[in-house]
């Protein structure tokens, strides 16, 4: 029910910056969890960063320690966007890198939760 779009990815020399995006649309009663997940060649894909709506103000993030300090995710509820800003890019951080969205959709007379993976898009960092 819901469809992810993502982009921003491409080829950048160790120290460049990228901006991922991607964009949710489709039926669905909220968003809940945002996250961006990767997967190199030959290892599991792993958590980068999770964003999550605050209750009574703000957001929570998580990120995964090896790119604190150099990734930032944000989100604009009111596109129902999630972004992952990437400054200081190393060559391990090359991957192909996945949205990943927790939601809630009305299955007949009741709301359950859901999720839907983004196809991907990749990063290359390389001199």
């Known amino acids: 029910q819901v469809q992810l779009v993502e982009s921003g990815g491409g080829f950048v020399q160790p120290g460049g910056s990228l901006r991922l995006s991607c964009a949710a649309s489709?039926?669905?009663?909220?968003?809940?969890?945002m996250a961006w997940y990767r997967q190199a060649p030959g290892k599991q894909r792993e958590l980068v960063a999770r964003?999550?709506?605050?209750?009574?103000?703000?957001?929570?993030?998580n990120y995964r320690d090896s790119v604190k300090g150099r990734f930032t995710i944000s989100r604009d509820a009111a596109k129902n966007t999630v972004y992952l800003q990437m400054n200081n890019l190393k060559p391990e951080d090359t991957a192909v890198y996945y949205c990943?969205?927790?939601?809630?959709?009305?299955?007949?007379?009741?709301?359950?939760?859901?999720?839907?993976w983004g196809p991907g898009t990749q990063v290359t960092v390389s001199s």
């Open positions: 990943y969205v927790d939601f809630l959709v009305y299955n007949a007379d009741r709301i359950d939760p859901d999720s839907s």
């Open positions: 489709g039926m669905f009663v909220k968003i809940d969890a």
């Open positions: 964003v999550t709506p605050g209750i009574a103000s703000g957001e929570t993030t």
